[in-house]
């Protein structure tokens, strides 16, 4: 049976274990749950950028943020149905959008639930993050056949209000838990490399690694810092801006360990990681990763630097599990 209590002392006692032990011990629970040599690939699209209320101190979206990242409408729905036609045909099977809302207003959702519906029809996963949802929301997009939600955590609860103010911890709970009673699947992560230090990060994985029910996909991302939001402000010309490799890698592998069901989502940072940290990764355990040139506004590796190093790895692209279920239905 899936654990659910671990204690802080035990995570941090995990992260702590020499490098090479901490790696083989994630392959090994990695291996018993999951294809060795499989990650998913997935593409993610802003659906609505910039313009949001929010003060998250690392997102360029926030009106708090300087950047001169120009606010848009939502997307028209044919507009995304596109780009998710595309993304299935540069071999994602899964497909992300993300809109910069605080939460999405009911006269959004319409269309909303049509992107849902559409990318669905093609026969990919599909996955949607647009702040907090209400218990209607939720069970909108649980109608509409969505499979993930995306609603991060961040990072640890003590940390939380020094990255965050307009929006609590409990709050980012409470849209996890309509998410769940819908009957969709959580997306819940965070970000490393925010100048936290690794009890924060212990404190992060504790946090979703206790949840009743584990996150079925959880993203680690690390932090991009960028000019003119508060932590690219702060970090960005210092050695705090790119958390060290190892430590990367360890936090992938203590997210596998303690969550060995879940999807360990390789996500934002990526693109200015060398080809063996990547490795070590998949080694630890991560095995979806998000391919294409941007994640939302942020630069990403490519599909083709992508494809290269899977030939290098012999890793393939893992198959949507939707799409069996519709051929098998045809």
Known sequence: MTRTDWTRDEIAALFDLP??????????????????????????????????????GYCNQSVHAETGLKATKLMDVRAVLQAAAQAKDNGSSRF??????????????????????????????????????????????????????????????????EVITTRSFEERLDTLEHVREAGINVCCGGIVGMGETRADRVGFIHALAT???????????????????????????????????????????????????SMVRLSAGRESMSDSTQ???????????FTGDKLLTAGNAGDDKDAALFAR??????????????????
């Not at 907090?132 to 609603?151: F, I, P, R, T, V």
Request: with cysteine.
């Open 19 to 56: 490098f090479t032990e901490l790696v083989f011990r994630a392959a090994e629970v990695h291996r018993a749950n999951h294809a060795a040599n499989e990650v998913q690939l997935s593409t993610l699209l802003s659906i609505k950028t910039g313009g949001c209320p929010e003060d998250c």
């Open 96 to 161: 992300c959008m993300g809109a910069a809302w605080r939460n999405p207003k009911d006269r959004d959702m319409p269309a909303i639930v049509e992107m849902v519906q559409g990318v669905r029809q093609m026969g990919m996963e599909t996955c949607m993050t647009l702040g907090m949802l209400s218990e209607k929301q939720a069970g909108m997009l649980a109608d509409a056949g969505l499979d993930y939600y995306n609603h991060n955590i961040d990072t640890s609860p003590e940390r939380y209000g």
């Open 211 to 261: 949840l009743p029910r584990h996150p079925e996909s959880v993203p680690v991302n690390a932090l991009v810092p960028v000019k003119g939001t508060v932590l690219g402000d702060m970090l960005a010309d210092t050695p705090l801006a790119k958390i060290d490799d190892i430590e990367f890698v360890r936090t992938i592998a203590v997210a596998r360990i303690t969550m060995p069901e």
């Open 279 to 289: 490795a070590l990764c998949f080694l630890a355990g991560a095995n979806s990763i």
């Open 313 to 330: 790895l012999g890793v393939k692209p893992m198959q949507a599990e939707i799409k069996v279920e519709l051929e098998a239905a045809e």
